[in-house]
């Protein structure tokens, strides 16, 4: 499902010569894998998923989804295959701040047209187990404090884009935490970067 | 729109800016319009000399034996004999912009000007033939005293009703007193003390009708105005005669200072309002850089990002540029009360708020696409990374 290789990376240094973040990686993920990437702060593990995720480009080295060389597509068939192959969950959430928690949680839904029913309407019929539970905490901003749903929601506007993938690019160093609930029901592929393995 | 409060605050400072100042622009270009067409709708002419009473015309003294020369010249339609006086001959106010006049018709002839065969009147009515100690008085005029319809002017002593009070024009009669030709040349003798000694020695030969500061000539259709108005110059003596077109040529040369200064105040507002919205939504784009990084990585391309921010700014843009327009209206209108004393400064022309309006829009949407340009040029992750 997953294949890259001869992945490179290289990020220009304050001074001195560029560093290679990686070098020659080659990685392959089976449907139903669950795989941890582990490592040092600064080996690479949120350079690789951001590859991976198409999220920045590589300078050299290719990926593929499904058997499509996605490595090669233009700046918006990208785009659109992010949308169709990949779900994040941002350690750090990346919540919009101007837009309410449902419109945060169907925001991937809105980028990448997958038919069925209107994205809101599947948003606000979201679980009662889930923390956005009553319709007016699903209309506060997100810059409101709602601090016991942000964790889920974070997850769940992966979930919404549909992607098949889901990874949690980490630029800050904390632990990751076990795959919740919600994340372990995604059908396809997880990789998740951490420092520690579980 | 929600997070958007300081952006559309930001373009309703550019805007209302740009409206404050093309809205004086607008104004001085009325004025110089308003003055033109009135040159150009009528031939006035003056009797020779260096009268002070004669205002407009500039001239001296127009008596009934040359209106009647002037009558029959080839040509003319109609004469119809003014007295036009400063208000307050005491003041240094004479030939400026903000001069009261009082203006003496003899309504036994129509209006000759074409382009003002009538003035237009916003409350009451104009004078009658029959009209004696009352007045019509222009919009500013009535404002800056405070009078209205019903209210009682007293003039070199005398008591005059107020009959009508006329539309704002934006020109001159905007500070016209306009009264039967009569009690203008009644109060002609009453201001000039040399005039009155002349009456009253009985040196001069003159009767009432003789007492004309000058006069405005219409043409039989069909005519040139200016070749009328020189054959009037060619057969009666001692007459100052306005070329129609040189008169126009005149006032437009005589207000180029006006015309550079709406130039420049034009271009100021350009500059002024066009650099702030054009800097506020672009700032408002490069603040939301991690937003659109976020976007990227959840699938949106380039052409869905782009319509999202030129929705955004164009609705944000729109309703800055609206309160940008009610604001400079607002104050504008408060000024024009308060400060100017009934002189209107400001005038908020229709096509004015259009242009505005449009120039904003059209600029937020320039400043939106580039911002969008530049942010999209960016990876996902260089964007989140930068963003926050």
């Not at chain 1, 582990?38 to 995720?53: D, E, F, P, R, W």
């Not at chain 2, 015309?259 to 672009?282: E, M, P, Y």
Request: hydrophobic share 45%; charged share 20%; proline share 5%.
């Amino acid at each position: 499902m997953l294949r890259a290789r001869g992945l490179v990376k290289t990020y220009r240094a304050p001074a001195g010569p560029r560093i290679r973040v990686l070098d020659g990686v080659d990685v392959d993920v089976r449907r139903g894998d669950l795989v941890v990437i582990a490592g040092a702060s600064g080996s690479g593990k949120s350079t690789l998923l951001n590859v991976l995720g198409l999220l920045e480009d590589t300078d050299a080295g290719e990926v593929w989804f499904d058997g499509e060389r996605v490595s090669a597509l233009g700046r918006s068939a990208r785009s659109r295959a992010r949308g169709r192959f990949v779900g994040f969950v941002f350690q750090s959430f990346l919540l919009l701040p101007s837009l309410t928690a449902l419109d945060n949680v169907v925001l991937a839904a809105r980028y990448v047209d997958r038919g069925g029913a209107d994205p809101r309407r599947r948003g606000s019929g979201w679980p009662s187990a889930a923390p956005c539970s009553t319709t007016r905490r699903c209309s506060w901003p997100t810059s409101r404090p709602v601090t016991s749903t942000t964790p889920t929601l974070a997850s769940s506007s992966g979930r919404c884009g549909g992607g098949r993938l889901a990874g949690v690019p980490s630029s800050s160093s904390r632990t990751a935490r076990r795959p919740s609930h919600r994340q372990r029901r995604v059908s396809g592929s997880r990789m998740v970067g951490s420092k520690d393995t579980y | 729109m929600r997070g958007y409060g300081f952006t559309v605050a930001g373009i309703a400072i550019g805007v209302a800016g740009l409206t404050a100042l093309g809205g004086m622009s607008e104004r001085i270009v009325r004025f110089i319009e308003g003055g033109d067409r009135f040159v150009l709708g009528q031939i006035s002419v003056a009797g020779r000399g260096l009268g002070m009473g004669a205002g407009f015309t500039a001239g001296g003294l127009l008596p009934a034996s040359a209106i009647r020369s002037i009558a029959e010249v080839p040509g003319v339609a109609g004469v119809q004999p003014q007295v036009m006086l400063p208000l307050n001959p005491t003041t240094s106010q004479f030939m400026t912009l903000t001069q009261e006049l009082v203006l003496g018709l003899d309504l036994s002839v129509p209006t000759p000007n074409r382009h003002y065969p009538a003035l237009p009147v916003r409350a009451g009515r104009f004078l009658n033939v029959d009209d004696r100690r009352v007045a019509v008085v222009g919009a500013a005029f009535a404002s800056s005293r405070g009078v209205d319809v019903g209210a009682r002017l007293t003039l070199e002593g005398e008591a005059y009703e107020i009959v009508g009070v006329l539309e704002r024009t934006l020109t001159a009669p905007d500070r016209f007193v306009i009264v039967p030709i009569a009690d203008a040349r009644a109060q002609w003798v009453a201001k000039d003390p040399m005039l009155r000694t002349l009456l009253a020695s009985g040196a001069a030969a003159m009767r009432a009708d003789d007492l004309n500061t000058g006069a405005a000539v219409g043409w039989r259709a069909g005519e040139d105005p200016d070749a009328v108005a020189r054959r009037i110059a060619e057969r009666v003596p001692r007459v100052n005669v306005q070329i129609p077109s040189e008169l126009s040529r005149q006032l437009r040369a005589s207000t180029v200072f006006f015309s550079a200064l709406l130039t420049g105040i034009a271009a100021l507002g350009l500059v002024i309002g066009g650099l702030s919205v054009a800097n506020t939504i672009a700032a408002a784009v490069f603040e939301r850089l991690r937003d659109f990084g976020v976007k990227r990585a959840l699938g949106a391309t380039d052409a869905q990002l782009g319509r999202e921010v030129l929705t955004e700014s164009l609705a944000v843009t729109l309703s800055g540029g609206i309160g940008g327009i009610v604001t400079a209206i607002v104050l504008g209108g408060a000024i024009d009360t308060w400060v100017s004393r009934g002189q209107q400064l400001f005038l908020f022309s229709a096509r004015l708020v259009a242009g505005a309006l449009i120039f904003a829009g059209l600029l937020g949407a320039v400043a939106a696409l580039y911002a969008t340009l530049r942010v999209v040029r960016l990876s996902p992750a260089e964007a989140i990374r930068r963003g926050a």
